[in-house]
């Protein structure tokens, strides 16, 4: 069942090690498949260097393993939950990247400091809070989920596909497992070169609005000229 899923995403899964952007099994990716309403993801716990195609869990959106030997990711409730959350997206990605995560348990969000940020992603990089003891000691995962999209009933999940979460780590998605791992390698970078930015000076100020526009909409939406049109 889904073989090609499976294989496109066990091959995002490998771009993570490649990148740098794992330490250890900390991380994953899923992909869904829209029509059928499954979605894959890597197994709890295992080493990529022993993973397979064939170790990928598909799961139902009830939060049902529908196939698969292992355990599927611990983030696993939490990625069913975007997916429930944002109907344009097809992949998601969990890290505990280092910059990203400095950031995320500093509880900041990212300011658009420079246009390398500003090509991705619009605006501030938000911080969701962390989640109270009783979120935690209830349906964990579910609740770093819910907590995600209520963040963004305000925002604009295509135009900012990237979130930190207190205290833990980001998540970043796209339209496939692929273009969700990009978006966590683009995070990363950006996110490393903010907190460059405000070791060298602590006075710096976001990037100018007029800027900010400049790079994300010749790239982005229906006036894009150049690159990727959403
Ligand atoms: O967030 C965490 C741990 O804090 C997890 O994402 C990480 O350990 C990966 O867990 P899984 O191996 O995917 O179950």
Not at 65 to 82: A, F, I, W
Not at 194 to 206: F, H, K, S, T
Request: hydrophobic share 35%.
């Amino acid at each position: 069942m889904l073989e090609e899923l499976k294989k496109e995403i066990y091959e995002a899964n490998m771009l993570l090690p490649k990148y740098g952007l794992v330490t250890f099994t900390w991380g994953n990716v899923s992909g869904i498949d829209r029509e059928k309403g499954l979605f894959v993801i890597k197994p709890s716990g295992v080493d990529y260097d022993k993973l397979t195609p064939e170790d990928m869990v598909v799961m139902d959106l009830d939060g049902n393993r529908v196939e698969g030997e292992y355990n599927p990711s611990s983030d696993t409730p939490t990625h069913l939950e975007l997916y429930k959350a944002f109907p344009k997206i097809g992949g998601i990605v969990h890290t505990h990247s280092a910059w990203a995560t400095s950031w995320a348990q500093a509880g900041r969000g990212i300011p658009c400091y420079g246009t390398t940020h500003a090509d991705y992603m619009y605006g501030e990089i938000p911080c969701a809070r962390c989640l109270n003891a009783e979120e935690i000691n209830g349906a964990y995962e579910k609740n770093t989920g819910l907590l995600i999209a209520e963040l963004f009933t305000d925002r604009d999940y295509e135009a900012v596909p990237a979130v930190l979460c207190k205290n833990h780590g980001p998540f970043t998605w796209g339209k496939d497992g692929h273009e969700a791992v990009h978006n966590a390698v683009v995070l990363e970078e950006v996110a490393k070169m903010a907190a460059r930015c405000e070791m060298l000076n602590p006075q710096v100020e976001p990037a100018p609005q007029s800027l900010q526009d400049k790079h994300y909409y010749r790239k982005h939406g229906a006036n894009a000229y150049y690159g990727q049109s959403k």
